[in-house]
């Protein structure tokens, strides 16, 4: 996945300081209780921005997302929206092989992390842990290698996944998707790096 990788995984460690530090108001904010003791207001609004290639050989789409994302206080841990935009590139390749673009908009459901492992502090360490996710994306190409130029991909992603509560959330995904169209069904691999940063700061509760 070449130089595309290395350049998703440093954005990966270089936004969420940034996004993080935006001012703002969550619209329906439920309260919660750090562990300190205040009570502070979640943050339920996030961006999301990642790494999303296929796997195999020959033609494989590789590129980058960025999403809104709902964090939810019962249930699901989250649900988003995001767009897609990348290339095609022939992995049987070691120079050149790029050719045409892909969009894609997806929607997608993110299950609750379990937990396995914790770093630093037990009332205020991070944790890590694996969760699931479910999405459904619809894909457009111009100038694409294959045969077909739109589909709609189908993906159950597992996923090892970092971050505790209302803090930033990074996740490393891989797991099967299903691309419907036209022509014969086929199932491939797929990566993803991704990256999830609240809009607002904890706003104290009165």
Known sequence: MRWSLLLSLAALGALPATL???SGSPATPPATRS????VYKLRPHALGFGFVATLGAHWQMEGAEFAYVRRMQRGL???????????????STMLGGTQGIAFGGTIAAR??????????????????GADLTL???GY???QSPLS???WVGISLLPALSLGSGDSPHFGIVIGPTLFLGDGKPAVRGLLAFRGEAPLARRERVP
């Open 140 to 142: 457009t190409t111009a």
């Open 77 to 91: 841990a989250a649900l988003s929206v995001s767009a897609r935009v990348g290339t095609f590139i022939n992995e």
């Open 20 to 22: 993080t530090a935006q």
């Open 135 to 137: 999405e459904v994306t």
């Open 148 to 150: 077909r130029t739109q």
């Open 111 to 128: 299950t609750r992390m379990r937990s396995f492992a914790q770093f630093g502090e037990e009332e205020h360490g991070t944790s890590i």
């Open 35 to 38: 562990d300190n003791g205040p």
